[in-house]
């Protein structure tokens, strides 16, 4: 497994060994071992999650409060733009982001540690997107930033305007969300 880390340290892609003939292919998705090895923390998964979007959809940025979650995620089709922001106020990266292309093609997965909020942008024409996380989903403890905050300013390479759920056209902006200390 290659392992590069971002622009923020802590969050980082991952991209399995391939394995490809005139067959098809095999890989490894994910090794608990090589994984901690990987980020160097030891780390348990408990959920996993499988979303399917259309194209121009924009999911996020979520994260929870309460239980938070570190994500492992990966695009089984289609491609994603994925983000992570950090929102750990003591943390010298705090407001910042990083943004990588997902798609079935590169298989490359993104580990976006507990204390980011996290979202993605469709652009194909759909999306399957696989993750898991540390912790429980809990609703209540869920929160919203807004995906065009400029005081985070992430270029999403949009065309147009993006589809969003109620509950992602109503997040806040950093400077008043519930961040981690």
């Not at 392992?3 to 802590?10: K, L, N």
């Not at 750990?88 to 976006?112: D, H, I, M, T, Y």
Request: contains cysteine; proline residues 4%.
């Amino acid at each position: 497994m290659k392992v590069s880390r971002t622009a923020i340290q802590e969050v980082m892609i991952l991209e399995p060994k391939v394995f490809g003939d005139a067959r098809g292919f095999f890989c490894e998705s994910f090794n608990q071992k090589v994984f901690q090895e990987a980020i160097g923390l030891e780390v348990a998964f408990v959920q996993d999650n499988h979303s399917r979007s259309a194209g121009g959809v924009l999911r996020g940025l979520h994260y929870q409060l309460k239980q938070p979650q570190g994500k492992l995620v990966r695009v089984v089709r289609g491609a994603v733009f994925d983000v992570a922001v950090d929102i750990r106020r003591s943390s010298p990266a705090f407001g910042r982001w990083v943004g990588v292309e997902l798609n079935e093609e590169n298989g490359k997965q993104l580990w976006v540690p507990a204390g980011f909020a996290h979202g993605f942008l469709v652009f194909s024409a759909t999306a399957d997107v696989l993750y898991k996380t540390t912790d429980y989903y809990s609703p209540a403890h869920e929160r919203c930033i807004a995906w065009n905050d400029s005081a985070i300013g992430i270029e999403w390479p949009l065309a147009g305007v993006p589809q969003l759920s109620q509950k992602d056209s109503q997040g806040v902006s950093l400077v008043t969300a519930e961040v981690f200390d």
